[in-house]
């Protein structure tokens, strides 16, 4: 039995055939209007309901026909998520993004934290492809996909840093296959919480997505043991080499 408490606002949403097979979280991002992260939020505290049976997982599909009821305590999430969406259109837009160098054949775009690569299944708006679509129209049909023209590597959307954008075919070929035989390596400056246990270490997981759409490392098997192989789950190779700069407190 959950219990809510007595001012919990309840909204209800009945799934069309439009959103069969949605993920929850995008479905639910989409109706109330706030981020993905904060439906995660709502999941983790027993606020999300499918057919009257609570959800516990974000990347649950939706059926056409299912009763998705969410709990809102004293509005006080709707309003934690529009302060939240406040501090990410502060903390970067798409207008702030910066060429750093151009030529005819590709751009080197600097990405500030805060800003998405490029629309996800809720149809985001302010993103680096609307940006660079409305500055080089051309781009549009360059690419293995039409959500990402022209682009041919990526950065999470809190991460800021160069990315290089081909503006033609031709040149887009040329820089993923560049990417593909391990000939550009990238560089990486992060905060870490927590104390490193080694100064310097290289990490070797293959990496692939999970069940729940989330990204997970698939540790190596050894594929010469006959009891091992059942375990083998596929997965892109992710080497990573790090070295601990500087330690805080």
Same mark, same amino acid.
């Given at each position: ?7 919990? @606002? ?5 799934? @069309? ?12 991002? /989409?109706?109330?209007?706030? !981020? ?13 309901? *499918? ?6 997982? *974000? ?24 302060? /939240? ?12 993004? @910066? ?24 149809? &985001? ?14 781009? /549009? ?55 490193? &246990?080694?100064?310097?270490? !290289? ?23 006959? /009891? ?8 892109? &190779?992710?080497? !990573? ?9």
């Amino acid at each position: 039995m959950v219990k809510y408490m007595k001012d919990a @606002k309840k909204q209800q949403f009945l799934v @069309k055939k439009s959103n069969q097979g949605e993920r929850l979280d995008v479905f639910l991002s /989409k109706k109330l209007k706030v !981020t993905r992260s904060q439906v995660q939020k709502m999941i983790d505290q027993d606020l999300v309901l *499918a057919n009257k049976k609570l959800l516990k997982k *974000a990347g649950s599909r939706v059926k056409e026909g299912d009763e998705i009821e969410a709990r809102l305590t004293n509005e006080r999430f709707v309003k934690d998520a529009k302060i /939240k969406r406040s501090e990410d259109h502060k903390i970067g837009r798409s207008e702030d993004c @910066k060429i750093v160098e151009e030529t005819d054949d590709y751009v080197v775009v600097e990405k500030p934290a805060g800003v998405l690569m490029h629309p996800t299944e809720a149809n &985001e708006t302010d993103t680096l492809v609307d940006w660079l679509i409305k500055k080089y129209p051309e781009i /549009k049909k360059v690419g293995d996909n039409q959500k990402r023209p022209g682009i041919v590597h990526r950065l999470d959307r809190e991460a800021s840093g160069l990315l290089v954008v081909a503006k033609n075919q031709k040149m887009f070929e040329h820089i993923k296959k560049q990417f593909q035989d391990r000939m550009i390596s990238k560089e990486y400056l992060v905060l870490v919480y927590g104390q490193m &246990e080694r100064q310097h270490d !290289t990490i070797n997981f293959a990496i692939d997505r999970g069940k729940d759409g989330r990204m997970a490392s698939r540790p190596k098997s050894n594929l010469l043991k006959l /009891k091992s192989m059942r375990s083998v789950q596929p997965g892109k &190779e992710a080497v !990573t080499e790090f070295t601990v700069e500087k330690e805080y407190g």
